[in-house]
């Protein structure tokens, strides 16, 4: 049973092993009416709040607990808190981890000195997994979120914003199983009911956002999001009941605007967050939660993002916030056309970064061609500008989906 007690007693336990990270004053820079400020557990120990739990939860079992080996299942950052948690006290450790998990995560964990399973199909079936070989094995199994102790080990964060900036409005975190956000709630919100708790989730993953809303644990048969700290098909049933109590609103943000949150934070405060940790700042950016006015907390739950993808996750990021562009432009095949239209951009402040011709399209005239161009540029306002200027000259801007 989750008490308060448990929660002070997991902050005294991770006194010496967790970094109390930092409160960052973000407003100046998230283009919001609230007061933001970040959390970044995405510089803590592991790169990720994970630690947290797994440490306080292995840190309770018996000797002969112990002795007989840990099994946990994640798509990363458990993992490599068990990893850590388990090597450190001397304690044998096997993690099942989906194919699909970054390679960096897999690697990461493997170092900290755990027995690496890779098991097709997404965190779910790594813990069907993970169940199968805790019962061949006697191992115990560490859950990643449905677990008192792990709940509580995350609920130090809320005693720490607390302790940080004692008269916060609203606290939003990160949700996939609900480990975070219900340690999070219950020791908030026995400390202070007055404060608002929010949740966010990948849209394409929102399996406790549909669970509040239909009253009862709902599982997804996909969960298709590069966000895969949070890609999680069913939440746990102790967090579910937590955050039914406890949680005020769950949100859902697109794959676009978490590329556009990652990217903000990248550029505006010189983090790095993996997909998972920033959701919240996407529900802030896009205006999900009504925050108006209000001293904001933002918790950043991790920073382990795969390299491999990163520069996919700032294109789309700068698509979203209107910071590069595609236009096609129909013309008239004949010399001068390319100098009128880069005259035009470059008037209007666009840099050109790519220039393709086409004359292939069977429904076009023989005369006529289609010019895709790829610019930079500074906004969305921008954008439209450039689009006027060039049809004012005669130019045709036309839909990309239109070119076959």
């Known amino acids: 049973m989750m008490t308060l007690d448990k929660v002070y007693h997991a902050a005294f336990v991770l006194k010496d092993v967790a970094r109390k990270t930092d409160l960052i004053d973000a407003s100046d820079h998230l283009g919001t009416d609230a007061h933001v400020y970040l959390k970044t557990e995405n510089l803590q120990v592991t790169g990720s709040f994970k630690l947290r739990g797994a440490y306080y939860k292995i840190s309770q079992l018996t000797d002969e607990q112990k002795k007989a080996g840990i099994i946990a299942c994640s798509a990363g950052n458990h993992a490599q808190g068990v990893a850590l948690a388990a090597t450190e006290m001397g304690i044998k450790s096997v993690i099942?981890?989906?194919?699909?998990?970054?390679?960096?995560?897999?690697?990461?964990?493997?170092?900290?000195?755990?027995?690496?399973?890779?098991?097709?199909?997404?965190?779910?079936?790594?813990?069907?997994?993970?169940?199968?070989?805790?019962?061949?094995?006697?191992?115990?199994?560490?859950?990643?979120?449905?677990?008192?102790?792990?709940?509580?080990?995350?609920?130090?964060?809320?005693?720490?914003?607390?302790?940080?900036?004692?008269?916060?409005?609203?606290?939003?975190?990160?949700?996939?199983?609900?480990?975070?956000?219900?340690?999070?709630?219950?020791?908030?919100?026995?400390?202070?009911?007055?404060?608002?708790?929010?949740?966010?989730?990948?849209?394409?993953?929102?399996?406790?956002?549909?669970?509040?809303?239909?009253?009862?644990?709902?599982?997804?048969?996909?969960?298709?999001?590069?966000?895969?700290?949070?890609?999680?098909?069913?939440?746990?049933?102790?967090?579910?009941?937590?955050?039914?109590?406890?949680?005020?609103?769950?949100?859902?943000?697109?794959?676009?605007?978490?590329?556009?949150?990652?990217?903000?934070?990248?550029?505006?405060?010189?983090?790095?967050?993996?997909?998972?940790?920033?959701?919240?700042?996407?529900?802030?950016?896009?205006?999900?939660?009504?925050?108006?006015?209000?001293?904001?907390?933002?918790?950043?739950?991790?920073?382990?993002?795969?390299?491999?993808?990163?520069?996919?996750?700032?294109?789309?990021?700068?698509?979203?916030?209107?910071?590069?562009?595609?236009?096609?432009?129909a013309l008239e095949d004949k010399p001068g056309q390319l100098l009128g239209v880069s005259q035009i951009i470059s008037e209007c402040g666009g840099n050109v970064v790519s220039v393709h011709y086409s004359g292939s399209d069977p429904n076009m005239a023989i005369t006529s061609c289609f010019l895709t161009v790829g610019l930079e540029t500074r906004d969305f306002a921008q954008i439209q500008n450039i689009r006027e200027a060039l049809t004012r000259e005669g130019f045709q801007v036309v839909p990309i989906r239109d070119q076959q």
């Open 96 to 329: 099942c981890m989906p194919d699909g998990a970054p390679i960096s995560k897999v690697e990461a964990t493997k170092r900290l000195g755990a027995q690496v399973v890779l098991v097709k199909g997404a965190y779910d079936d790594a813990y069907t997994h993970a169940l199968a070989l805790q019962e061949k094995t006697g191992a115990t199994f560490i859950h990643p979120f449905d677990d008192d102790a792990v709940i509580a080990g995350q609920g130090t964060i809320g005693l720490e914003v607390l302790e940080q900036l004692a008269d916060v409005d609203v606290i939003i975190a990160p949700v996939g199983g609900g480990g975070l956000i219900a340690g999070i709630a219950y020791a908030v919100k026995n400390l202070n009911p007055n404060i608002k708790v929010y949740g966010v989730q990948a849209a394409h993953a929102s399996s406790m956002l549909n669970s509040v809303a239909c009253g009862k644990a709902v599982t997804l048969e996909t969960v298709p999001t590069f966000a895969d700290g949070i890609a999680v098909k069913t939440p746990g049933a102790n967090t579910f009941e937590l955050v039914q109590q406890y949680v005020d609103k769950i949100v859902s943000v697109s794959e676009d605007e978490i590329a556009a949150a990652i990217l903000a934070l990248m550029e505006k405060e010189k983090l790095v967050s993996e997909g998972a940790g920033a959701v919240s700042v996407a529900a802030v950016m896009f205006g999900k939660l009504p925050l108006a006015g209000k001293k904001v907390v933002c918790i950043l739950s991790g920073g382990n993002i795969d390299v491999n993808i990163l520069s996919r996750v700032i294109t789309r990021g700068l698509v979203t916030s209107g910071r590069n562009a595609t236009l096609q432009i």
